[in-house]
């Protein structure tokens, strides 16, 4: 068997040149499991007969009922080649995309990866998914090409038709590399020569960014950088070393070096040109006795082919197609295999093939052969990779402390002296029960331990045969018992009776111990030996050791035991290190530099992910790099209301223990769990009920995320017709009617122009709400942490501090600013780039505050792009000084607003706020009564001069279609000066607007009383833009956006058409339809409302009995294009969808379900006109 020993692993720790960290990354059920069970089966830990079977390194009982891997585990594996030895610390990772969290954590934590491809599959989505999130990491990548049997048994290829399918598959893969590479190379471009010279050339901003296509000049910049840069080592090739064929679940692979040492004793040919010759267009000429280039021109069989893959073809055939006895036995003796004659009569001929492919072909012995040769030790650490680890988010390398950067050193000395600094890094956290402990665990019993056992068990047996002779009645059942007493003396079986009677003993405090969760870090030791009980510094993700190096006193370390408390900077020993091996932990004194590694006892310390280290000079590591958004969201509660603090105690571990999922509580009161898809969810739930809280729980439907936005008046009615004069009239009627229920205090006009003067009559702001074109929106969406970081920069150049931006994310952010400006053209947009004020919500949302006025300046919001340049501080002198102080509170609002709109209380997006107008008055000239007046003189002063001519009351609006005459009559029908004519306040009361009706009120009560009662200034100015970016917001043709997820479905001809079935019935479309080149697979790729995708996996995989099975991941936002408010109004829209037109406003029911759920109210008619429906089908 040869299982290593504890003692073995922990002497090879220690070796950290013959570490590999590996972890294995594929798309879902492309075999990664299944190849870790053969590595692992390579050390005796599990059978070789159950590898494939058993999944070993899914251990949870979820994961084998469902056969996917949702968690990735560790194991340390020892392998010998030669006289070398090496440890190899491997993860196994989840394939699903639900799960891809779970792939960051592992990937962080290693130096290579195995890549697993499916041989009929071949690159699937995730594939590209994770070879980007191993560049990303600069991890080095391997490639195992899996499940070469189904070439062989399924697709029924010969074995030239599966080598040229191989062929591609590599090609594919490649491509996948070649792209992630030559962006790489441009950005590294782009980024020396904006080091080189300053202020860069507009020209040459589009090169990372890898947009259409550029100039003649610039193709050939691009590839003079490629030419510069060695990329051979990138690619998978077989030449190369860093291709296995293989076949995990009949238990080999191979890799050409092993055919070529064969070929080369055999046929005496030099291994070296067979490695060379092996892969690709050669051919053996036998009659010259040489191999010659051009197999595919001439007809030939390639090398691959006759010498590689025929051999295994035939071998299949023997075995599992003819079954053919004799010709077994002949391959079996000239392989030189030897077969258990069980194995040769065993029924199932999957059993034969395994025993004799696993000893000509070991997959373990040409997986990790290629793994210590390919792939770097943890001492062989770039330094680019320990630089990108080092600096958080924008910062640069260059500005860290000097201290900080000293330990760039460290990082890759990685050292295990008892000098070096520790530096360990935790990507995630996990729970474990307390019975898998190793102090817990029933280990077998040392000589001595059974002897004092024994002894013990002899000494009771005495005493219990003295009291029965005590006891000695001649009772004949006293007897009997003393007999069975006696048989239990036996030595060989008294070892368990101790144990047995001291857990009947185990008081209740105990049982509670044993039900606690215990959470190990799943770690990684960069620098340094850590050592049980040593004290560390737990840095949080947010700790700036720049800060702290300032606040602490010199030379102060982990040890000390007065350690001042620092921001985001814990003080603790080290509980217990642990060595992971998949379902086991083993306890360990300490471990050296270079090793994966769990520890014990930090739960108090670390929520997700943390660094450990010695010193405070040590920065925390980036962030790991998320691919999924969690975007399922469920309300929560327990089923019986008084366990509701176990509940809350549940989530907070099972936030604790899932490095992607979200526990929030909303300001309903709702507790909320946040997942990455359904697959996620139900396993959350799970741990929830059967691990974390233990009661029973009922978690609501999915809460479905919605976005709101305005859009430019439709030109077709919901029939398709083209508007009408005539409607156009009718559906601005309708939107008077709307405006009229806007409160007092409240103007708007025709354009859609909003005034609002807030209570104490103090400002008055004027604003418009204005759709954002949709790839600006995009752009904006995708670059939010850019936005955030410029924002960042901005917030702290205000407190007078100035953060230090890396180079890189400059030119990102140039980049974003010009493609903003390519984007907003046109004279509505003049000059906008330059006079956005804010972004929203949250401040780097998709939507944008613009500054419209004329004598307003600001600091840009791209200041830091003029950072060298002198800012504007002219402007104090200026009246809007006095702006300038209230300048945040306008931006409050703003980012009020967009954080909840006014349908359904949803984020906005795509929405530009564009501010008008806004005065102030000093507080002096208050309460007077013609203020009012004054203010409106102002407001028409203002209106002439403004920038916008649309805002003229009687001027044809210019973007709106009914900017003809009805319109315009309707216009001066409806004059919104009507509308702010100072009413009696009683009649107001009926104002239906949410906050409005307040802000009435107060009006009202106070209309002459002094200004003081309407609480601070800013506070009012920031409720007044909120209501008026409100205002504004409705004053348009609002429509709500839907989330959209996009799907792969790989599927037959046969189930094609349910499939296409079940996608129209949800609503999705399908984007494009394409046959899987050499296979009879059809990939359709479609988009999804998340709305509609509940049970879709389930139903196709159901539909199509297992054929096809989607996974769904977020994609983007798309506007909902009925209108939630729409009200018929054309003869054709009655007789289309009946008076009361609540059939098909899918918007609406949207709308009303999320409104529903918020307890806000919803307008719905039960019975309008009590007269006989109509039947509505009929219609249609
Ligand atoms: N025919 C064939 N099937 C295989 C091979 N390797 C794995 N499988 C099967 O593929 C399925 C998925 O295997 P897993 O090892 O669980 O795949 P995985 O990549 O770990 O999947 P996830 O962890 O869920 O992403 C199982 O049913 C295996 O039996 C192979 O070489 N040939
Ligand atoms: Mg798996």
Known sequence: MGHTSLEKIIQLQKRTANIRNICILAHVDH???????????????????????????????????????????AISLHYASGDKEYLINLIDSPGHVDFSSEVSTAVRLCDGAIVVVDAVEGVCPQTQVVLRQAWLENIRPVLVINKIDRLIVELKLTSLEAYTH?????????????????????????????????????????????????????????????????????????????????????????????????????????????????????????????????????????????????????????????????????????????????????????????????????????????????LPSPLDMAAERVEKLMSVGARRFESLPEQTQELKRAFLECSNEDTAPVIVFVSKMFAVDSKVLPQNKQRPLTQEEIAERRELARQRHAERQSTNQNAESGESAHAATARTDSSTG????????????????????????????????????YSGVVRRGQPVLVLGPKYDPMQALRTLPEGCSAGDDAFPSVPHLGCTRLDSLYLLMGRELEDLEEVPSGNVLGIGGMEEFILKSATISSTPACPPFTPLNFEATPIVRVAIEPKHPSEM???????????????????????????????????????????????????????????????????????????????GKQQKVAVIHQVKEEQAK????????????????????????????????????????????????????NLSLKEGKTLEINQKTLESIRELREKLEGLLKG?????????????????????????????????????????????????????????????????????????????????????????????????????????????????????????????????????????????????????????????????????????????????????????????PVSGQLIAA????????????????????????????????GRVYGVLSKREGRVLSEEMKEGTEMFIINAVLPVAESFGFADEIRKRTSGLASPQLMFSHWEVIGSDPFWVPTTEEEYLHFGEKADSANQALKYMNAVRRRKGLYVEEKIVEHAEKQRTLSKNK
């Open 31 to 73: 075999g990664k499991t299944t190849l870790a069970d053969c590595l692992v089966a390579s050390n005796g830990i599990i059978s070789s007969r159950l590898a494939g079977k058993l999944r070993y390194m899914d251990s949870r009982e979820d994961e084998q009922i469902r056969g996917i891997t949702m968690k990735s585990s």
């Open 166 to 374: 191989l062929k591609n598959i590599l090609e594919q893969v490649n491509a996948v590399t070649g792209s992630l590479f030559t962006s790489k190379v441009l950005e590294d471009r782009a980024e020396k020569e904006a080091q080189k010279q300053a202020p860069i050339d507009s020209s040459d901003g589009g090169g990372g960014g890898g947009g259409g296509g550029g100039g003649g000049e610039q193709v050939y910049d691009w590839s003079a950088g490629l030419e510069e840069t060695d990329d051979s080592h990138l690619y998978f090739s077989p030449d190369q070393g860093n291709v296995v064929f293989a076949s995990a679940i009949d238990g080999w692979g191979f890799c050409i070096q092993q055919f070529a040492q064969i070929y080369s004793q055999k046929m005496g040919i030099r291994s070296d040109v067979l490695l060379k010759t092996l892969w690709g267009d050669y051919y053996l000429n036998l009659k010259a006795k040489r191999i010659m280039k051009g197999a595919q021109f001439k007809g030939k069989k390639p090398l691959f082919v006759q010498l590689v893959l025929d051999n295994i073809w035939s071998l299949y055939d023997a075995v599992v197609t003819r079954r053919d006895k004799e010709k077994v036995e002949k391959m079996v003796a000239s392989l030189g295999v030897k077969v258990a004659t069980r194995d040769l009569r065993h029924s199932d001929p999957k059993v034969l093939l395994s025993a004799i492919c696993s000893q000509w072909l070991p997959l373990s012995q040409a997986v990790l052969s290629m793994v210590c040769e390919k």
């Open 490 to 525: 036996n030595p060989t079986t008294n070892t368990t009776s101790p144990i047995t009677a001291s857990s009947s003993t185990t008081t209740t405090s105990a049982e509670e111990e044993e039900n606690k969760e215990h959470f190990v870090a799943f770690a990684r030791v």
């Open 645 to 723: 603090p176990k509940l809350v105690r549940g989530m907070k571990l099972l936030n604790q223990a899932d490095p992607c999922a979200q526990v929030l509580i909303q300001e309903t009161g709702e507790h909320v769990l946040v997942t990455a898809g359904e697959v996620h969810l139900q396993r959350c739930l799970d741990d929830l009920k059967e691990r974390f809280a233990k009661i029973e729980i009922s978690a609501s439907k999915p809460i479905i995320p919605f976005r709101e936005t305005v859009i430019r008046p439709p030109k077709v009615d919901m029939v398709n017709e083209e508007m």
């Open 742 to 793: 806007a409160p007092e205090g409240v103007q708007v006009d025709s354009t859609g122009l909003v005034t609002l003067t807030t209570p104490n009559k103090m400002a008055t702001i004027g604003v418009r709400a204005v759709p954002l074109p949709d790839d600006t929106t995009q752009l904006l969406e995708d670059n939010g942490e850019l936005i955030r970081t410029m924002e960042q920069f």
């Open 827 to 1015: 004279h509505k947009w003049r000059d906008a780039v330059n006079r956005i004020w804010s972004f929203g919500p949250r401040r780097c949302g998709p939507n944008i505050l613009l500054n419209s006025m004329e004598g307003y300046q600001r600091p840009s919001v791209w200041q830091c792009l003029e950072a060298d340049r002198h800012q504007s501080t002219s402007a104090t002198a200026s009246p809007a000084a006095a702006l300038r102080d209230y300048d945040n509170s306008i931006v409050s609002g703003f980012q009020l607003a967009t954080l909840s709109g006014p349908m359904c209380e949803e984020p906005l997006m795509g929405v530009c706020f564009v501010v008008e107008r806004w005065d102030m008055k000093a507080p002096s000239r208050l309460d007077s009564v013609d203020e009012k007046e004054e203010l409106e003189a102002k407001n028409e002063e203002e209106e002439e001069v403004g920038s916008s001519a649309s805002s003229r009351q009687l001027s044809p609006p210019t973007n709106e279609p009914n900017g003809e005459s009805p319109g315009e009559a309707v216009d001066r029908e409806g004059d919104p000066r009507g509308v702010s004519e100072p009413q009696p306040d009683a009649t107001l009361s009926t104002s239906s607007s949410l906050s409005g009706a307040s802000h009435n009120r107060r009006r009202a009560d106070a209309a002459a009383s002094a200004s003081d009662c309407y609480g």
């Open 1025 to 1056: 833009m909120k209501e008026a970016c409100r205002y504004a917001f409705q004053a348009r043709p609002q429509r709500l956006m839907a989330a959209m997820y996009t799907c792969d479905i790989m599927a037959t001809a046969e189930v094609l």
